[in-house]
């Protein structure tokens, strides 16, 4: 996938909440003020793994596994972490201007974070970045998920990687993955995915093209295991 062009991904500070439920196919009705008066979701999938299915015939979301950053009354918004692009963090880094605080002689000489692919997070706001981390700090425009892992769509968590001084575990997104409400409990009611709680190291430490096999092997499951015609939420 040929990635940004000329514009900035991290361009915009607005708030990550609820961006991807409002653009995903429906408004849902009220705010944060209603989420506090509502029931709890009888299935909250914050920070779980969605694991797509074989009966999952779409072309975006086949063989993908996505974490859930946030689900509630409003929706479901995620990130897919294994559908890398064609640009490294390097080239990202050049883009929007940031100037690295080490300068390899040689590619080669090239720190492993700054090799590491951007991924393709899904077909929702392609045009914004989102930074999954290790959450030690807090950044203007950021998304707490679990006390490990937060989710920040503002430039300074970039900025902080650039200098040296930013989380240690890092995962970049072009665009995210975003469901309006009740639209994900369809899909799994559909047995298009798989459901289980997530691992930060497969997101953070295992290399892309082994993090679907280790997402299933949380449940068990090895891949050859799979057909299209049972579902686990």
């Keep these: 996938?040929?990635?940004?062009?000329?514009?900035?991904?991290?361009?915009?500070?607005?708030?990550?909440?609820?961006?991807?439920?409002?653009?995903?196919?429906?408004?849902?009705?009220?705010?944060?003020?209603?989420?506090?008066?509502?029931?709890?979701?009888?299935?909250?999938?914050?920070?779980?793994?969605?694991?797509?299915?074989?009966?999952?015939?779409?072309?975006?979301?086949?063989?993908?596994v996505v974490y859930l950053c946030e689900h509630n009354h409003n929706g479901a918004l995620g990130v897919v972490i294994n559908k890398p692009t064609d640009m490294t963090m390097d080239v990202l880094f050049d883009r929007i201007n940031l100037k690295l605080e080490i300068q390899p002689d040689t590619p080669d000489a090239m720190p492993e974070l700054y090799r590491r692919p951007v991924m393709f997070g899904g077909p929702v706001q392609v045009e914004r970045g989102f930074v999954l981390h290790s959450s030690s700090e807090k950044y203007s425009s950021t998304l707490q998920v679990t006390d490990d892992v937060a989710l920040t769509t503002s430039k300074d968590v970039l900025e902080a990687v650039a200098h040296g001084d930013g989380p240690e575990r890092?995962?970049?997104?072009?665009g995210c993955s975003g469901w309006s409400p009740g639209q994900l409990e369809g899909e799994i009611g559909r047995n298009g995915w798989l459901t289980v709680k997530a691992d930060p190291a497969i997101i953070f430490e295992l290399p892309v093209e082994q993090r679907f096999t280790a997402a299933l092997a949380l449940l068990g499951i090895d891949p050859v295991m799979l057909s299209g015609d049972a579902g686990r939420a």
């Design 1 to 64: 996938m040929d990635s940004f062009g000329a514009f900035d991904p991290f361009h915009s500070d607005a708030p990550v909440r609820h961006a991807a439920a409002s653009d995903a196919g429906g408004q849902a009705e009220g705010g944060d003020a209603a989420d506090e008066v509502r029931p709890p979701l009888e299935l909250d999938l914050t920070n779980h793994f969605l694991i797509a299915m074989p009966s999952m015939l779409d072309p975006i979301f086949g063989g993908t």
């Design 170 to 174: 890092v995962l970049v997104t072009l």
